[in-house]
């Protein structure tokens, strides 16, 4: 963990940095001593003891007992309270909503599945969400992955579910709850989950792709951020004009439904390499993820000298398969304990 640079923060935000520099700390490494907590974040010992005095006070941190002495007295060790705050991720799906309740050390309290609301609208979602609220007083944060595109909390894409078209998630259910609430892409979600799954390099550069009942949608990360666009509208592949009068999405149907398996395998490898050269030309990542239900592990290395076609071979980035359901719950479960936790930017 890097250490914290005091210099920008101003004194009204100082407290509350403090403390997500201890929760991260402390979610990092679960038991701690002041002293270890002071020399990972960089913060002076004395503040670091006040801070944790503060949220033991409140709850938020429990006392866990007492170290082991180097010569002097034992220090005391501290952890989160599992209990101070739960948070709520919402998968949403056409058939289903699928509700995973979070302590405030990432353990599963309950998994549930409801009928699906998309396409009934939000008043049958809210009155889903309202029966945990009403169960869990100390419900802190909601976490919705949503199929389309998510701008600020809104869902400025989501194709074959008008009810929620143009639909701000986090707005109303602010309002509606008072509590914290952020909405991201499904897919988004899912890169985000296989990368803190698998690497948490902030050096590689991912899209994910996903391919399947579902629809298809793509997911970047470069940096260790996902790369959403100017109106969050990045990676809705399936728009892609890949060739004249037919876009990736219809390509990618039209292969499936070919008059011979062989015709419809050729073209199947072809939308895709062409999606994989763009992809390279554009974004140039180290890997593409393919994930769904529609990609055999025998079609990869066709894929990838197909691609090679259209561009230079070596900057065909590596191609892999990985598993939707594993990924995209990771990541819901990754973004509800970062807004739990009050993390923001720091990384967890």
Known sequence: MSTI??????????????????????????????????????????????????MNDQ??????????????RRPKEYRLNPDFRFGLAICL?????????????????????????????PKQLTGQIDDYVRAHSNLYTLTFGVPGAVNKGRASYIPSFDNFKNFDFKTYYEAEFSIHVHAENDVNTAVYGYHDRLFNDKNLSIVYV????????????????????????????????????????????????????????????????????????????HKVIFSGTYLAPSTLLDIQQRSAHYVPEENVPALEISEWGQDYSFGLHQLTMRSMLDMGKLNI
């Open 93 to 121: 799906e056409k058939d289903f909503t699928a509700y995973t309740l979070i302590n405030y050390v990432g353990e599963i309290i309950e998994h549930s599945t409801l009928p699906g609301v998309l396409s009934d609208g």
């Open 5 to 54: 640079d005091l210099s920008s923060i101003t004194p009204k935000t100082m407290g509350e940095v403090i403390r997500q520099h201890i929760r991260l700390a402390l979610h990092t490494n679960i038991i701690s001593t002041t002293a270890e907590i002071a020399q990972k974040t960089g913060i002076s010992f004395p503040t670091i003891s006040k801070t944790l005095d503060e």
């Open 210 to 285: 996903y391919l399947g009942n579902r629809g298809i949608g793509a997911g970047v990360i470069m940096n260790g951020e996902v790369v959403r666009g100017s109106t969050s509208f990045s990676g809705e592949v399936s728009l892609l004009p890949l060739y004249d009068k037919t876009s990736f999405l219809q390509a990618f149907q039209g292969s499936l439904e070919a008059a011979s398996p062989n015709e419809g395998h050729l073209d199947f490898i072809d939308a895709m390499s062409r999606l994989v050269a763009t992809l390279a030309a554009t974004i140039n990542p």
């Open 59 to 72: 709850g938020e941190v429990l006392l866990n007992g007492l170290g082991l002495s180097s010569g002097g």
